[in-house]
């Protein structure tokens, strides 16, 4: 499991697996609970790479960052780590 700090958001920290390129087990510290219990379900098994575009960039109100652009951010970080 790789977890994430995350930053200028209401949730605090995204932890996840990922097997085979794809996401899996993903799950949000805070933030709003129904919401991203509904992106975590839709992002799991999807390819890493595809979420990274997908979620990239979005904001949340006057915020320039969300929880699904923080997932976007933890994503490259993993792949930071693991894809040397």
Known sequence: MFQYKTSGT???AITFDVKDNKLVSVQFTGGCNGNL?????LVEGM???EVINRLGGIQCGYKTTSCPDQ????????KEKFSK
């Not at 219990?37 to 379900?41: A, C, D, H, L, T």
């Open 10 to 12: 209401c949730s605090s």
């Open 37 to 41: 219990k509904g992106i975590s379900k």
């Open 47 to 49: 390819e890493i790479d």
């Open 71 to 78: 997932l976007a951010s933890a994503l490259k970080a993993y």
